[in-house]
């Protein structure tokens, strides 16, 4: 029996897939945001209190949606496994933990994110919300492992590839961008003077470095590269993993080129 077949004696009773009642779960956070923002108009630096806690449900749904279809490809001994299991666990708690502090000091009207105000404050985001950043993103970075080792998966050569490169490029991607955001002050780069422009929809600074752009990029290799996968697939690509590694490569290449245009205090696109 390998690593990834080992399963509890409780993995042979059929039960509801983490994956998929966590994305059930964000749903459901998300609609709460928004719905507390047509309600509730403090605002944070200008910006809605409940926008942060939005835009975060926003991105779990589709990071366990994400997930949860990978999941589905799986071989029934990994899906029930005891390593996928207790990767789903450390997921959970860890998006549980963010999303209940965020939303708790939303309510509050105060940042969670960059706030050292208090010795509770500093604690709560240079370790519990640091320690769960981490914790997903390796956790991420270990189901693409998972997803390379099985064989018996439901995935042409070119998915798989993507799969596992996506995973991995999130894990490595995320930790260089993200570990340097945390140690910073804020997200921008530079001065982002009062009232000045920024990229609509996005929010991101048109007039100095922001490290969302590359943050935004790191995250989303993990939807990405499988997409062009199943786009290659489709057309009947002969060469789809050779392209599937060239175009990781070349994603690689763009996110760092963007994270190093925001710490050089340039924008991604000048807008003053």
């Known amino acids: 029996m390998s690593l990834l077949d080992a399963t509890l004696p409780v993995a042979r009773v059929e039960a509801p897939s983490q ?3 966590l994305t059930v779960v964000t749903v459901v956070l998300l609609a709460l945001t928004v719905l507390w923002g047509f309600v509730d108009a403090r ?4 910006v809605l209190v409940w926008m942060k806690p939005l835009k975060f449900a926003l991105s779990f749904a589709v990071l366990f949606g994400s997930i949860a279809m990978v999941e589905t490809r799986l071989t029934e001994g990994v899906r029930k496994g005891w390593l996928l299991r207790i990767v789903g666990w450390v997921m959970a708690s860890a998006f549980l933990s963010e999303m209940a502090y965020m939303m708790y000091q939303a309510g509050r009207a105060e940042a969670s994110h960059f706030n050292l105000s208090t010795p509770f404050h500093e604690f709560m985001y240079t370790v519990v919300m640091a320690a769960g950043a981490v914790a997903l993103v390796a956790a991420t970075g270990v189901i693409g492992w998972i997803v390379k080792r099985d064989n018996g998966a439901n995935l042409s050569p070119a998915l798989r590839e993507a799969i ?6 999130t894990f490595a991607l995320t930790m260089i961008v993200a570990g340097y ?14 009232g000045a422009p920024t990229l609509p929809l996005f929010g991101w600074s048109g007039v100095t470095g922001d490290l969302r752009p590359a943050h935004f990029a790191s995250l989303h290799a993990m939807q990405a590269l499988p997409l062009l996968a199943l786009w290659l ?3 009947g690509h002969s060469a789809s993993v050779r392209t599937v590694r060239l175009c ?24 003053g």
């Open 19 to 21: 994956f998929r009642t």
């Open 43 to 46: 605002t944070i630096d200008g």
């Open 164 to 169: 596992w490169l996506g995973f991995g490029l």
């Open 181 to 194: 955001m945390s140690s910073s002050t804020g997200h921008f780069v530079g001065v982002h003077p009062e």
């Open 233 to 235: 697939d489709r057309r």
């Open 248 to 271: 990781a490569f070349g994603y690689a290449v763009m996110t760092i080129a963007v994270f190093a245009q925001a710490v050089m205090e340039m924008p991604l696109i000048p807008l």
